[in-house]
């Protein structure tokens, strides 16, 4: 599977190669997903695999996200990052921020976007 989503010629079998991996968790997934996100050439694949991050158990992908929301160099995948943190939050209720799991704000140069976390300034 971690063949598939870094050698694989279809950017779709890559996607679902990341999606399937973070369902197992741990800190070589989340290196294979992080790879993904910073070196695939694929915008999409980078969009799956930041989504791929809010699907590894217990929110272990939720620290990650917040790094590729803050720092990643492609704006359309700083935007699903944005985008997939406000989910997290809102289905994770007070719960996951309020155990400080998430303190941060995020600003994103595409679309005006938003982020503030623990109720703040939401917009996307």
């Known amino acids: 599977m971690i063949r598939m989503a ?3 010629p279809s950017t779709r079998v890559r996607g679902q190669a990341i999606f399937w991996l973070a369902q197992a968790g741990g800190k070589k997934v989340a290196q294979q997903i ?3 996100i910073d070196n695939d050439p694929e ?3 980078k969009k799956r695999a930041v989504f791929a991050l809010t699907q590894m158990p217990e929110h272990e992908g939720v620290p990650m996200l917040i ?3 803050k720092t990643n160099r492609n704006p359309v995948v700083r935007k699903q990052a944005i985008f997939w943190l406000r989910t997290v939050s809102r289905s ?3 719960g996951l921020f309020g155990r400080g799991v998430v303190e941060v ?3 994103c140069h595409v ?3 938003q982020l503030g976390v ?3 300034n939401i917009r996307g």
């Open 6 to 8: 870094h050698d694989d």
């Open 105 to 107: 704000v995020v600003s």
């Open 118 to 120: 623990e109720g703040q």
């Open 43 to 45: 915008t999409e694949v």
């Open 92 to 94: 994770s209720g007070a």
């Open 67 to 69: 790094q590729v929301a």
């Open 111 to 113: 679309a005006s976007c």
């Open 34 to 36: 992080t790879d993904a």
